[in-house]
T-cell receptor, first 110, second 114 residues
């Protein structure tokens, strides 16, 4: 099925650094979601975006709904060890069905 | 948000057998979703399960292989039939939130087929 292109595929950073990842689609969406998945668990919703250009924060996390409606960005500031995990974007357009990105695996070194 | 539980949390099965995965929610929801996450991969929607009607399957998934039951508004099952090693995956149920198209996921069932 269709997937969103997410980059980078993986990141290895030092604690305290900022992180940026993005997600792109060939078609427009009217909902962008960002999830984090820890090993052995289901994805947990971090941020939901519903309007083009929208910028939303959740603690150290900030996500933006791209103006073109074909992309979204997630930034994590001042990373900490518990930020380790896989981050997925997901999008939908006028439907309950979500299309997921390929994932960004984040590793944080102390 | 609702509490979602899945049983079993993991299982190891022999090829040719079937496994039924349960998803229990602590509140009533009309719509539930079932996803597959193959090793190291992203999530792919298997089907949408509405209470009182047959599940709607996505391209590449069929009812004979993944029969779904939705007997009430708090429970659903997904059966993985006639399993092969290629069915080794994490299977997740989800339900919609109150706002927009957000979804909340259960903890998943990790299936290994030998």
């Amino acid at each position: 099925g269709q997937q969103l292109n997410q980059s980078p595929q993986s990141m290895f950073i030092q604690e305290g650094e900022d992180v940026s990842m993005n997600c792109t689609s060939s078609s427009i969406f009217n909902t962008w979601l960002w999830y984090k998945q820890d090993p052995g668990e289901g994805p947990v919703l971090l941020i939901a975006l519903y309007k083009a250009g929208e910028l939303t924060s959740n603690g150290r996390l900030t996500a933006q709904f791209g103006i073109t409606r074909k992309d979204s960005f997630l930034n994590i500031s001042a990373s900490i060890p518990s930020d380790v995990g896989i981050y997925f974007c997901a999008g939908s357009y006028n439907t309950d069905k979500l299309i997921f990105g390929t994932g960004t695996r984040l590793q944080v070194f102390p | 948000s609702a509490v979602i539980s899945q049983k079993p949390s993991r299982d190891i099965c022999q090829r040719g057998t079937s496994l039924t995965i349960q998803c229990q929610v602590d509140s009533q929801v009309t719509m539930m979703f079932w996803y597959r996450q193959q090793p190291g991969q992203s999530l792919t929607l298997i089907a949408t399960a509405n209470q009182g009607s047959e599940a709607t399957y996505e391209s590449g998934f069929v009812i004979d292989k993944f029969p779904i039951s939705r007997p009430n508004l708090t429970f659903s099952t997904l059966t993985v039939s006639n399993m092969s090693p290629e069915d080794s995956s994490i299977y997740l149920c989800s339900l919609p939130g109150l706002a927009g198209n957000e979804q909340f996921f259960g903890p998943g069932t990790r299936l290994t087929v030998l």
